[in-house]
């Protein structure tokens, strides 16, 4: 059978750069079946979910998606608010709260960084969300539920299933919160490392596409230079900037072989600067089971150079 983790496979695409961007999460507990537009094809009130769907489409950097324990269901509905900045990462957790209430949210706020004591401080284990939902794309669900399933059981991490992390073709997908770095092709040694170093601050290497916090460039950048240097410390490199190179005219460098230039910054005070470049694939692939294949360009590194 065919599928589109195959054909990622066979061409050797890279994860770098792939992974959602959202700096804010809202998760929302929802048991029982997902429909592939789930906030609206679900058991929950479609009305509630049209809303907050509306709402994350007209806000910059809020994402959401509808969660659910592997394999059981749960007492009570809860939610998790969760900010993905360096030096301000957080996780909010609203027990037992009504879907409809959260959609009285300031999407503005939290996109900022903002709770405003919404809820209490999750005090848990870190979060893994494992993308499972198979009636958007067959790999979730062959991929991600076993893998979700393993690693709940293998205990260490709050484990959930999630709607939706973007980049089917990379299955199993996971989302790892506070710091929101996200992963694909994972295994379960794969999952171990993620958790282990998580719990301890810092970030696996091994299968991050990047994270959450920063644009696709500014993901590709980030662990560039995380590569470069050896650090592994989640909070550790505090800003990225990215922006499209200009051409020699001044212009905007669009087209194939587009380029962009990222500005990464260390705790420390040194800065790199990262050349990207969107360059052709070759083989034409599916975005997703089931779609057509189509030419993709990779987001490469051209160069990383320490700035003074």
Known sequence: MSTCTAASLAWAEPLAGTAATARTW?????????????????????????????????????????????????????????????????????ADTDPARLTGLDFARLAEGHHDGIGEPHDGAPLVLVCTNGTRDRCCALLGRPLAAEVAGAGGADVWEITHLGGHRFSPTLLTLPHGYAYGRMTSVGVKNVVAALTRGRVALDGCRGRSTWDRPGQAAELAVR??????????????TA??????????????????????????????????AD??????????????????????????????
């Open 227 to 240: 590569a470069l240097i050896g650090e592994e410390g989640a909070d550790a490199l505090t800003e990225v």
């Open 26 to 94: 809202l998760l929302i507990e929802q048991p029982g079946p997902w429909g592939a537009k789930a906030l609206l094809q679900s058991r929950l009130d479609p009305e509630v979910g049209a809303t907050l769907s509306a709402a994350a489409d007209g806000s910059a950097g809020v994402r959401v998606a509808l969660i659910r324990r592997p394999g059981r269901t749960t007492g009570g509905r809860r939610a998790f608010l969760a900010h993905t900045a360096p030096g301000n990462a957080w996780i909010r957790v609203l």
């Open 279 to 308: 360059e052709p694939a070759g083989a034409a692939a599916p975005a997703s089971c089931g779609a057509a294949p189509a030419p993709a360009a990779r987001l490469t590194t051209r160069a990383v150079e320490r700035l003074p």
């Open 243 to 276: 922006s499209r190179a200009q051409d020699a005219g001044g212009g905007d460098a669009g087209g194939e072989g587009a380029a962009w230039t990222a500005t990464v910054s260390h705790a420390d005070g040194r800065r790199w600067s990262v050349t990207l």
